[in-house]
């Protein structure tokens, strides 16, 4: 068969061709295969990242590695979108700029303006609110809020920042005027100051400002995140990933603003030069106190003095503001709050934080500093609530009038009385504060009661001034209040709730005479017959002893993985609750001081663990760095809260020498009522400790919660 040669030129160009374009294509795939395996298949976003002083909004680490407070903003929303972050270093200016042409996706920390609405689209729901504050250097003679000294001087501002308008609007306000002197950053106007080119520079409180005086605060603003203008899908998921967000935790913002910016409000106080003369000028200023709302505030006969809660929250509050208090306190609340509506003079005492509340009892509240749940104390032996023991004048009174309306209200002084009635059977339940609650259970007198935490009802503890007070005595006790650490308050809370009630031995046999003859008698049975045992049983506890050697971690004396898993099993039908704790970035700690220091890392640990658990709970070292805790029988929310922050708190108080920064942990619980195998537990809590460590870090999460 004859072929032309012209026919096969043209085969082989488009046999050529074809082939190019298959080698081509399949170039590109493995090119987008390789990119899909980076990403994940996640979109990728752009987001402006500038420079802010210090990182606590926008840190970054000499490993690359990002975090702060719009850091963790971010990654919240990641958990509802499939985006993947490309960071984009620059300038604030540099990062608007970007945003405006869309050479990046996404900007957080931004103002909203009418003008920036114009040419950006932001989210609904703001991702936090800043503030307008100006510093001056320690030491410096101009108070807080001292307009006449601040009228001539020189401020320093960053450019194109909203703040630069508050503060003209500011001055205005409050009749000054200043020389404005440009910065291209905040870092630069700290130095300008310290050198003296200026005498006083603006910052917003999302700047980490050390060192330097804090003279004013103003101009709260919520701050968003901005997209370039157009971009309806961006937004529209942006939007959605929010509302996830706050519907799952309407305090995310709250509780990662006190994680980064908490310093700030716990700075050196500056108070205005009138509060400074109202301090130097040592007015009397008494504080009323309940002589036995235990463990709050009581007196003590014992040491003549005032303890509890509220006066070890007051001695700070002396220390930092150099008020002295006079202590009035042969009076129950009652009287207390019958009295404080009516006195004159500089007069305080502690109250529910309720502005209803506050304005019944003519006083002015501040910020509050703890928070109890209420409690329902009945007798075991009542079958039915028709009767309740309440305090003529008292907030949990008007609450369980409100919510319990079918209840026979039964007046009595105090709480005391309240307790004794329900214990005698002449009402069936009162009402009162866990703190209290946990007083109570120390009495053996009261063994016959049940308490039960009641689900939506809190009480919030705050300090109540009255308003026939000087207003300068209100301002001073909230900035004192505001200055001390949650931690510190959280160890006060702690540390008086964990106080012992002294008993007697002459106590428990006057109140218990024949069980404790019983008890003696017993007693002197068993020493003699233990006797015999230790003697018989002598090479049975060798034994043990290999057993037990064998069944525990070498290193920390903890049960190892195996045994805790059996033992676990033995009591899972139980309710309680099944803890993995982790150390945060333990990898770290080897590889920067080496495995002693790592070792002596995971003792500490373990040993903080172990004290505070019960002897009939179970306590293991399940891993390298990792840890579990099965609390038999302990199933209630709010211990189980309590417990994971006397973990942090006591986590506070280690000090491994060397080591810095300090060691963080990872919690994860799962409540269960015995329907879970051991895997399921496991598996479960790992899981909350990893988003834990995953979202925040130094945190704890339980899940089982109905």
Known sequence: ??????????????????????????????????????????????????????????????????????????????????????????????????????????????????????????????????????????????????????????????????????????????????????????????????????????????????????????????????????????????????????????????????????????????????????????????????????????????????????????????????????????????????????????????IS????????????????????????????????????????????????KRYYPELEPVYYSDVNKCIEAVDDGLVDCTFINNYQAEYFLNFPEYKNLVFNNIDNFNQRLCFGVSKYSDPVLFTILSKSLASITRSDIQKIVYDNNTKGVDVSIRYFIELYPIQTTITAIIFVILVFTTFLLLVRNKRSKEKQILLDKASRDALTGLLNPKSFKKAVEQVIENKGTYIIVDIDDFKEVNDKYGHQVGDEVIIEVANLLQKLCRKTDLCARIGGDEFAIFLNGLYDVQVLRAICDRIFIKLSELDIEGLEPKISLSIGCVITKGDKSYEMLYNEADRAMYEIKNSQKNGYQIVGIE
Request: glycine share 6%; aromatic share 14%.
């Open 353 to 400: 934080y309720d502005f209803t509340w506050a304005k019944k009892n003519n006083v002015k509240i501040t910020q509050p500093f703890a928070t109890c749940s209420i409690v329902r104390v009945s007798n075991r032996n009542s079958d039915e609530y028709k009767k309740v023991a309440l305090v003529e004048i008292d907030y949990i009174t008007e609450n369980v």
């Open 1 to 350: 068969m004859k072929i032309e040669l012209k026919n096969i030129k043209h085969f082989m160009l488009v046999f050529s061709f074809i082939l190019f374009a298959f080698l081509l294509n399949a170039d590109l795939y493995a090119d987008t295969k390789k990119e899909d395996d980076k990403t994940d298949g996640r979109k990728i976003i752009r987001v402006g990242w500038f420079d802010i002083m210090g990182d606590n909004t926008h840190g970054k680490d000499e490993d690359g590695n990002y975090s702060g407070y719009d850091y963790d903003f971010l990654m919240a929303i990641a958990q509802y979108t499939d985006w993947q972050y490309e960071f984009i270093e620059g300038d604030w200016s540099e990062c608007y700029e970007w945003l405006k042409n869309g050479d990046i996706d996404i900007m957080g920390i931004v103002n909203k303006t009418p003008e920036r609405q114009k040419i950006f689209d932001f989210a609904y729901t703001p991702s936090g609110t800043e503030f307008c504050h100006l510093y001056v250097t320690m030491g410096s003679d101009i108070s807080y809020e001292e307009f006449e000294k601040l009228d001539g001087a020189r401020i320093g501002v960053e450019k194109d920042t909203y703040q630069a308008r508050a503060l003209e609007e500011y001055a205005k306000n409050n009749n000054f005027t200043y020389d404005e002197v440009i910065f291209d950053n905040i870092e630069l106007a700290t130095y300008a100051l310290s050198r003296g080119e200026i005498d006083v520079f603006l910052a917003s409180n999302t700047d980490f400002v050390s060192g330097f005086t804090k003279i004013a605060q103003f101009n709260p603003i919520p701050f968003y995140y901005a997209v370039k203008k157009g971009n309806t899908e961006l937004l529209n998921e942006l939007n959605s990933a929010l509302n996830k967000v706050f519907t799952f935790n309407p305090n995310f913002t709250l509780e990662i603003y006190d994680k980064y910016f908490v310093k700030d409000l716990n700075e050196s106080i500056v108070f205005t030069k009138e509060e400074k003369d109202f301090i130097l000028s040592k007015p009397d200023v008494y504080i009323m106190y309940d002589s036995a709302w235990h463990p709050i505030e009581y007196f003590n006969e014992k040491t003549g003095e005032c303890e509890g809660i509220v006066p070890d929250i007051l001695k700070k509050i002396e220390d930092v503001s150099g008020l002295e208090f006079k202590l009035t306190t042969e009076r129950n609340s009652v009287e207390i709050l019958k009295e404080i509506r009516e006195k004159g003079g500089n007069a305080l005492t502690s």
